[in-house]
């Protein structure tokens, strides 16, 4: 029997952080993982992903490359290597976290964790079963992809992200069902590396809850591509035919056939609770099986806390690790909490999409008289010598005292711009000095000055609207 002030059921982004926090407060840690350490992000999304991404990336750019005055002939994906190369990153990360959570004494133990109760934890492990007795209990599951009925994953015609990104070669023809994030990365992505791309989504925009301004960019690009995109659409029926398959879409022109050799879902997630026995241990869930916590990350049962994805949206992994610190910081007596202004988002398609605080639409049914400023990627000395000027930074703002209330970002590096935002916001800084502040140049974060300029009623490059 291992005893510990903390036993931790989940390894990812929320609950090895949790792990390191609770190990550098002096509190006794065992953290249990059934699969790898890193969880879903490093070891099934966030960072596979993005290493895909950055190679596509990088092939489209050298296909264009002439336009440029770079010759470049011959140019084609090896995926061996790429996946082998996508393997050795996760690795790192994942060797990593071990090594850290072993310096700072946590114990990890490598098994399937089955809560008996609030304070006793039996763990399946390659040697047998071992008991985890702890004073607090942190749940960090995180969650699995959801199906539909009809389009059940089996892993080689009909695949889900974990299987779209272990592919040894790109599908000649790929329909994506779900045009959120995930679907629209992989879209993006597999365009780059030459397949051609069918979306198919129930709702009538791609990102559904997105600034349709910014959607539209992406969307354009998608289809200029040569993408088919089919909104307010499903998928009816699935003809598999040996490797391929003949997919019947209801459309609002009528219903379509599409021959696909790959079918990617990525209609959503749903929380991985199974082997907690919640109802058992008198843990509140909310409709979606998400469980309940407090500001605190406490579940309805003292001593027992939920972090990350398990505990509901957005599933991001940044929420999850912060979740994670304010867990580990309340177990350890500190006052803690979930206190935060915003969380950023980012999706990585093509152009990037990312967002934060409250959009125009948003901030208006919050009440606020709302200022709302752009600036285009077309009129910034960086973005025109990068070759990327699509897309355009957009302020939202309270006319009455210039604070800024939110920005979103279509374009390049825009995972990367939100940051400044995000800061500005939990800063509870106005326009003026986001404005005020000398921005390097020529930068990418430059658009956010000139558009935080441009709220502040001194535009430079741009005229005054
Ligand atoms: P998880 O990472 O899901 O970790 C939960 C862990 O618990 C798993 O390792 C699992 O094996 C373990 N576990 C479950 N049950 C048990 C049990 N009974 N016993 C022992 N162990 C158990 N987020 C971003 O912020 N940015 C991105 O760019 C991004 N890209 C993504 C791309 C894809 C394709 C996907 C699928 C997700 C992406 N996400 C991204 C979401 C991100 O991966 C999650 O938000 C994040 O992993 C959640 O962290 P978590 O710790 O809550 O759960």
């Not at 307010?232 to 459309?251: F, I, M, N, P, Q």
């Amino acid at each position: 029997m291992i005893e510990a002030d903390v036993a931790i059921v989940g390894g990812g982004p929320g609950g090895y952080v949790c792990g390191i926090r609770a190990a550098q407060l002096g509190l006794s840690t065992v953290l249990i993982e059934a699969d790898r350490l890193g969880g879903e992000c490093v070891n099934y999304g966030c960072i596979p992903s993005k290493s895909l991404i950055t190679v596509s990336k990088l092939a489209d750019k050298v296909k264009e490359a002439e336009k440029y005055g770079l010759k470049a002939s011959g140019v084609s994906v090896d995926f061996v290597q790429l996946q082998k190369w996508k393997g050795e990153v996760i690795s790192r990360l994942v060797s990593g976290i071990e090594l850290l959570l072993k310096g700072y004494h946590a114990t990890i133990l490598k098994g399937e964790a089955e809560v008996v109760s609030k304070d006793r934890v039996i763990v399946t492990t390659d040697q047998g079963r071992e008991e985890v007795s702890c004073k607090n209990l942190v749940l960090a599951t995180g969650t699995r992809t959801s199906s539909l009925p009809g389009l059940e994953i089996d892993g080689d015609l009909v695949i889900s992200s974990k299987e779209g990104l272990d592919l040894k070669n790109a599908p000649k023809r790929l329909m994506v069902v779900g045009g959120g994030a995930i679907g629209l990365e992989f879209a993006s992505m597999f365009q780059k590396l030459g397949s051609t791309i069918t979306i198919v989504e129930i709702m009538e925009q791609l990102l559904p809850g997105s600034d349709l301004d910014l959607v539209r960019v992406v969307h354009r690009k998608l289809e200029g591509h040569g993408a088919k995109i089919y909104l307010k659409s499903k998928v009816l029926r699935v003809d598999k035919k040996g490797s391929e398959a003949a997919v019947e879409v209801e459309t609002p022109d009528g219903k379509i056939k599409v021959e696909v050799d790959k079918i990617l879902v990525s209609v959503g997630r749903k929380p991985r609770t199974e082997k907690l026995n919640l109802p058992t241990l008198g843990v509140q869930t909310d409709p979606r099986g998400y469980i309940m916590t407090d500001s605190r990350m406490q579940t309805s049962v003292p001593g027992i806390y939920a972090i990350g994805d398990v505990r509901g949206p957005p599933l991001l992994a940044h929420k999850a690790s912060k979740e994670g610190i304010v867990a580990a910081e309340v177990m350890a007596g500190m006052p803690s909490a979930a206190d935060w202004k915003v969380i950023p988002e980012a999706v990585f398609c093509d152009p990037e999409v990312a967002s934060v605080g409250l959009t125009e639409a948003k901030a208006v049914e919050a009440g606020f008289k709302v200022k709302r400023n752009r600036f285009q990627f077309a009129a910034l000395g960086r973005a025109l010598a990068a070759g990327e000027p699509e897309g355009f930074v957009k302020v939202i703002s309270n006319e009455a005292d210039g604070l800024v209330l939110g920005v979103q970002i279509v374009g390049p590096e825009a995972s990367d711009l939100i940051s400044e935002v995000a800061l500005a916001i939990e800063m509870g800084a106005t326009v003026d000095d986001i404005a005020l502040t000398i921005h390097p140049h020529p930068t990418f974060p430059e658009a956010i000055m000139e558009a935080a300029e441009s709220a502040a009623g001194r535009p430079i490059h741009q005229l005054k609207s």
